[in-house]
């Protein structure tokens, strides 16, 4: 049971990382943790520090773990790294996707344009985040799905951070629907290179906004 709710507390931070529901440099402690979920500290503690062993969330006193800050140097090194493993996984991953794989990914696209019509960010990242693992997901290499999810766990809480309402661009889900659009017709290159697109543009964005913020004031 201790092992169940262990995994269970692991996997729902997990997923908030990923999503992007934790901010760069926002403190986790343990015992408030235990106190909203009801539990006690020791499953919060063993789940937190999974995280802080993968990357995803840094060690502190008093007990407590915070969500790495992000710098340009950091986020240039993560972005190399993703540009290489992610634009493989979509190669590998467009030959197998399945009927059920495509539906998934399209009513993903379909959520991102509703969320950017809407001026909706957490539906926004939502939908980005399960349309890029789920197709990741799909291409037959587990080695290479936990390489790519161990460093969106670290990029994921910078997410978050991108837009205001009124940054919520309809180019944002452009690259999506060419990646779609290649899926559908089984062309890897082409999808790879959408994907790749994607990365940049948003990897542009995020740079100006790190450049802004750590600007001398």
């Not at 407590?64 to 986020?75: G, K």
């Not at 082409?190 to 543009?201: G, H, K, N, S, T």
């Amino acid at each position: 049971m201790a092992d169940n709710l262990q995994e269970h507390l692991y996997q729902r931070i997990r997923e908030g990382l990923l999503a992007g529901r934790f901010q760069p440099g926002e403190r986790l402690k343990i015992r408030d943790l235990a106190a909203e979920w009801g539990t006690s500290p020791m499953p919060v503690r063993a789940a937190l520090q999974r995280l802080v062993a993968e990357g995803a969330l840094e060690g502190e006193p008093q007990r407590s773990v915070r969500v790495p800050p992000m710098t340009r140097e950091r986020y240039e090194h993560i972005f190399q790294v993703r540009m290489g493993l992610e634009g493989l996984a979509v190669e590998l991953a467009t030959p197998r996707l399945s009927a059920d794989d495509l539906a998934v990914l399209r009513d993903c696209v379909a959520r991102m344009d509703q969320a950017i019509e809407e001026r909706q960010i957490t539906a926004y990242l939502d939908a980005n985040s399960q349309f890029h693992l789920h197709l990741y997901s799909a291409c037959g290499n587990p080695v290479l799905v936990r390489s790519i999810e161990t460093l969106w766990l670290q990029i994921g809480p910078f997410f978050n951070r991108l837009f205001t309402g009124a940054d919520l661009s309809l180019r944002l889900n452009d690259f999506h629907e060419d990646a779609f659009a290649a899926f559908a017709n089984g062309d890897a290159k082409a999808a790879r290179l959408a994907i790749e697109q994607d990365l940049q543009y948003f990897a542009r964005f995020l740079l100006n906004l790190l450049d802004l913020e750590q600007r001398p004031r």
